[in-house]
């Protein structure tokens, strides 16, 4: 029997700018939306009536550092399609021109030139320090000054985080085909998912950074696949059969898939041999991985096997080298924005009426 069908990056490559179909309908981000603003402006908003309603634009910079941990060599825009609805839809009087598109890199030489050369030098800055080539224009907002300053936070929040999950994704996932190219030999032929570690609310917004930075998003709720864990295990007297028999009884019809979490190579055989899709080797190293799936896929050629638990930028090198018949890496740190830091700043650049 083949091997399981796990799609590949290469196999689905979908536009990025198609990927914003997959969102929640408009009336669902919008409400969403509005609940953050009632969060933040809940009554008076004694600084809206100090500035006024006079018309003028707002700049959005994106704020470049130099490369480190925290700091990655790419920063993928996100959030585009969500924010437009935040300017255009929550805010009434509120336009929005982005420079840039969802998934540019923003390191990257040619297009920071390029915004600068076009958009630099039309922007008016009312102090020279915003001018610095370290700060580059990435959209415009117009309209009356107390809506752009109270949209500016929840703006950058939402900006900042979601840039930081698709850039920590982007950046796994050019680890991964470097790793894996022949030049650097490695045997891993899989995908690296995320995980449902995610911030309560942001769920869909995250998993949707998740694809634009390149990777796959995994099940989004406990309703997509049944995942028996090591505590739905030890609950039921720590029968992994009588769990997965329990688990397909209850699915009946259902197409659902059935994923066990197993802590060693024992587990995994009895949740195969019960009827389990999906095993999940959790918390092993990547040599003790490679083993265990190279037995589980000669027993079971159409299992899947997933390997999570511990991994993150640095340690996934050695599962990338090594661990030749793994199908998927999965991650909660992606979802997190792996303490990427990605800054910007929202400033006042001119005066339109």
């Given at each position: 029997?083949?091997?399981?069908?796990?799609?590949?990056?290469?196999?689905?490559?979908?536009?990025?700018?198609?990927?914003?179909?997959?969102?929640?309908?408009?009336?669902?981000?919008?409400?969403k939306l509005k609940d953050w603003i009632r969060?933040?402006?809940?009554?008076?908003?004694?600084?809206?009536?100090?500035?006024?309603?006079?018309?003028?634009?707002?700049?959005?910079?994106?704020?470049?550092?130099?490369?480190?941990?925290?700091?990655?060599?790419?920063?993928?825009?996100?959030?585009?399609?969500?924010?437009?609805?935040?300017?255009?839809?929550?805010?009434?009087?509120?336009?929005?021109?982005?420079?840039?598109?969802?998934?540019?890199?923003?390191?990257?030489?040619?297009?920071?030139?390029?915004?600068?050369?076009?958009?630099?030098?039309?922007?008016?800055?009312?102090?020279?320090?915003?001018?610095?080539?370290?700060?580059?224009?990435?959209?415009?907002?117009?309209?009356?000054?107390?809506?752009?300053?109270?949209?500016?936070?929840?703006?950058?929040?939402?900006?900042?985080?979601?840039?930081?999950?698709?850039s920590i994704c982007h950046r796994v996932n050019?680890?991964?085909?470097?790793?894996?190219?022949?030049?650097?030999?490695?045997?891993?032929?899989?995908?690296?998912?995320?995980?449902?570690?995610?911030?309560?609310?942001?769920?869909?917004?995250?998993?949707?950074?998740?694809?634009?930075?390149?990777?796959?998003?995994?099940?989004?709720?406990?309703?997509?696949?049944?995942?028996?864990?090591?505590?739905?295990?030890?609950?039921?007297?720590?029968?992994?059969?009588?769990?997965?028999?329990?688990?397909?009884?209850?699915?009946?019809?259902?197409?659902?898939?059935?994923?066990?979490?197993c802590r060693s190579l024992e587990d995994a055989?009895?949740?195969?041999?019960?009827?389990?899709?999906?095993?999940?080797?959790?918390?092993?190293?990547?040599?003790?991985?490679?083993?265990?799936?190279?037995?589980?896929?000669?027993?079971?050629?159409?299992?899947?096997?997933?390997?999570?638990?511990?991994?993150?930028?640095?340690?996934?090198?050695?599962?990338?080298?090594?661990?030749?018949?793994?199908?998927?890496?999965?991650?909660?740190?992606?979802?997190?924005?792996?303490?990427?830091?990605?800054?910007?700043?929202?400033?006042?650049?001119?005066?339109?009426?």
């Amino acid at each position: 029997m083949s091997q399981p069908q796990i799609p590949s990056s290469s196999d689905m490559l979908l536009h990025t700018q198609s990927l914003q179909f997959m969102l929640p309908p408009k009336p669902l981000i919008i409400e969403k939306l509005k609940d953050w603003i009632r969060e933040d402006i809940p009554a008076f908003d004694v600084s809206a009536a100090i500035v006024g309603d006079s018309h003028q634009r707002s700049t959005i910079f994106y704020k470049m550092k130099k490369s480190s941990s925290n700091n990655p060599t790419s920063v993928i825009v996100c959030g585009i399609p969500i924010l437009t609805l935040l300017f255009e839809e929550c805010f009434s009087g509120l336009t929005v021109k982005w420079l840039v598109r969802e998934g540019d890199n923003l390191n990257d030489d040619q297009l920071v030139t390029h915004l600068i050369s076009e958009y630099g030098k039309t922007l008016k800055y009312p102090s020279q320090s915003q001018c610095e080539k370290t700060k580059i224009p990435i959209a415009v907002v117009d309209g009356p000054v107390y809506q752009l300053l109270q949209v500016e936070r929840l703006c950058l929040n939402i900006l900042s985080h979601l840039c930081g999950v698709a850039s920590i994704c982007h950046r796994v996932n050019e680890l991964r085909i470097e790793e894996t190219s022949e030049k650097k030999g490695g045997k891993f032929r899989g995908e690296i998912a995320a995980t449902r570690k995610t911030t309560p609310g942001l769920r869909h917004f995250e998993k949707y950074a998740v694809l634009v930075g390149g990777c796959k998003p995994h099940r989004m709720d406990l309703s997509q696949m049944v995942m028996l864990k090591d505590n739905h295990i030890d609950a039921c007297g720590g029968s992994i059969a009588n769990c997965v028999k329990r688990a397909k009884m209850l699915c009946g019809l259902n197409t659902q898939k059935i994923e066990v979490e197993c802590r060693s190579l024992e587990d995994a055989r009895q949740a195969a041999l019960a009827g389990a899709d999906v095993v999940m080797l959790d918390n092993f190293n990547a040599i003790q991985a490679q083993e265990a799936a190279s037995v589980l896929v000669k027993e079971f050629p159409n299992l899947v096997i997933e390997v999570s638990g511990g991994l993150n930028p640095e340690t996934i090198l050695d599962y990338l080298k090594h661990c030749e018949h793994v199908h998927v890496l999965s991650m909660g740190i992606l979802t997190e924005g792996g303490g990427v830091k990605v800054d910007f700043s929202m400033k006042i650049t001119e005066r339109l009426d």
